[in-house]
Structures are given as structure tokens and as C-alpha cells.
């Protein structure tokens, strides 16, 4: 309990830095995001309507800057992220949610994938050490997962999307529901959109699982309460499973939680190749069209999200190993 307690503190601690320097570094660039927003339309503003714009998007500089930083907290706490600059007058809230759906049926998806084949071959491939599939399956991923995954992707487009027409091709995802959600027209368009990007991630990432699984159970397959499970006669499915494999994945769950923090800022460049609807490409769309509020709003929302997976991944390495709440 108390080494719980000991990470919340830690986890809140890390998070209101996160959120005072989430409020600083838009307010120390130079621009100001009324004027950004206006001269894309050309237009000119008078000092009423500019004063007005920029309260509403939350850079009121008549404000003393400690001021502005108590009204960011309350917004923040209440739930108003501000409004969107590039999709004005459209809520950062309400853009961000029509892309993470999308974001999770596609990066989430593929890393849950990618984390349950690459640690069950790693195990398979470490208890069977040194046969065909030892000298043939991990270093055939580990090679892949060193090719750049937009390049994969491209190449994915190309033979599944262009030459067979099996799946929709780059600047083909127009989606058929406008309501992302936990339905079935939903799932589908996810499918079929996220087929051929879910496929690319996977490739590249799954090569990474099998290597660290590997390794780790070769190391406690040399443990001596391995050895005495051996002696005892046990049977080989029991040994693999319940001795080795059960402490070997703890550094593979820990590295898990943190992979599912990092599924909320998606995959840019693959969302990119494939123009996905995701929260990734929509970062970049932010960048380049000077959003400073969806920005604001989408780095707290993937720095929340990794602090979490982190807090979540100790308390359950502290939960499966006892040893690691005694260590100082």
C-alpha cells in the first residue's frame, strides 16, 4: 500500500509539471494564435475583436500570466480544452474524440497483437533453443522490425491497395459513420481501414517481443527452481508455463503498459501513408495549421495517458514481484 501511495504522489507530481509547462511553452512562442488564425483569411482585426479572440482561445495578454495559469487549471479540471483553431468553432474535446477511436482501433489493436504472438514465440523459441524455429523465427523479426514501418506500409499500399485492389489505397478512407463509437458499423470501417496500417505496425514492432521474450526466459531457464521442477519430473508444458515463462514476462507486461500510454499519440507517420483518421495524423495537421489549442490539448492527453500506463505498469510489477516494493 505504501509503495502505491509512494507512485501516485510521484504520478501527480509529474503531472502538474506536465501541465504547467503544457500552459508555459505555447505562451513563451512567438505569434500569437488569434493573429495566426486570422491571417489565414487575410483579415484584419480591430482591438475589441482581437481582445475578444484571444480570451476565447485563452491568451488573454492583459492578464498577468499567473492569472491565465489558474484559469488553465480550472478549465483543465472541468473538462474545456478550448476551441479549435484549425476546426473553428468546433471544441478540442470534440475533435480529439472523433480521432481516437480510430486510434485505438488501429494502434492499440495492433499492439496488443503484436505483444501476445511476439512474447508467445518468444517463449516457444527459447524453450525450443537452438531448433529450426530458434534459428529461423526471431532473427527473420528482428530484421524486419530494422526496416523503417512507413516503408512497409507503402509497400503494403502498393501490391494489397493499388495492383490488387483488395483494400482501400492512400486517400481512399472516407469512413461511413460519422459517430465513432462502441458499434458495429463502427467496427467495421475500423477493419477495413486499419487492415493494411494494423498489418505494417505489426510486422515492425512484433520482432522487438520476441527478442526481449527470448532472451529473459532463456536467462531464468537457467534458474535453479527451474532445475528442481526438471528433477521432480514435471512435465514440460508446466515447466515452460508456470516456472519460467510466468517471471520471464515481467519485463515484457512492463514494457506493455507503457507501449498501451504511448497507443494514445498514435502512429504520424503511418496514419500519414494511409491518411488514417487517427489522433497522430491529426497532430500533424495541428502543427502545420498553428492549432495551438488542439495541440495543448492533444499533448496533455498523450502525456496523462504514458504517466498512467507507467503508474499502472509499477503497481503491477510490484504486484506480480514482491521483491521490487523492498527495493530502495
Known sequence: MRYALRRLGFFILTLWIALTLNFLLPRLMPGNPA??????????LSPKALNALEILFGVNTKESLLSQYFGYLHQILTGNFGT?????PASVSSVIGSAIWWTFGLVGIATTLA???????????????????????????????AIPYF???????LIFGLTLHWFPSQGGYYVTTDTPGLNLVFFQDVLNHAFLPAISLLITTIGTWILIMRNTMITTLAEDYVRMARAKGLPNRRIMLDYAARNAILPNLTGFAMSLG???SGAILIEYVFNYPGVGYMLLQAVSSEDYPLMQGLFLLITVAVLFAILVADILTAFLDPRTRTAR
Open 262 to 264: 504511448f497507443v494514445v
Open 84 to 88: 479549435s483553431l484549425s476546426q473553428y
Open 35 to 44: 493573429l495566426a488564425m486570422m491571417s489565414k483569411f487575410h483579415g484584419e
Open 115 to 145: 505483444f501476445v504472438l511476439g512474447t508467445g514465440l518468444g517463449i516457444v523459441s527459447a524453450w525450443r533453443r537452438g531448433s529450426k524455429l530458434d534459428s529461423i523465427v526471431p532473427p527473420t523479426f528482428v530484421i524486419v522490425s
Open 151 to 157: 516503408w512497409v506500409a507503402m509497400v503494403l499500399v
